[in-house]
């Protein structure tokens, strides 16, 4: 069966969508947006919105097989972390 979808353009959903898709709340994904943990999103007007392809990708990040896989990557708490520190010269 051909997909339906197929020849459309790519589908783009708003936050609340997202958050729904993530099983997150709304207030929790402008966090990950806001500190720059969550999935790409892109700004259209004054809208965010965000690829299906990206949350895809950012929550297969997560994916474990088991308590001591360290699996692909992580997804990381919508959180203030420590900054990455300086690789170049020395800071003034």
Not at 36 to 55: F, H, I, Q, S
């Amino acid at each position: 069966m051909p997909d339906p979808n197929a020849g459309l353009p790519q589908r783009y959903l708003r936050t609340p969508e997202a958050a729904r898709f993530l099983s997150l709340s709304g207030r929790t994904l402008e966090k990950h947006r806001t500190y720059g943990t969550g999935p790409a999103y892109r700004k259209l007007g004054g809208r965010v919105v965000y690829a299906l392809e990206d949350l895809k990708a950012w929550a297969d990040r997560g994916a474990k097989t088991s308590t001591s896989d360290p699996g692909p990557g992580t997804v990381l708490p919508a959180k203030r972390h420590a900054p990455i520190p300086y690789a170049g010269r020395p800071r003034r």
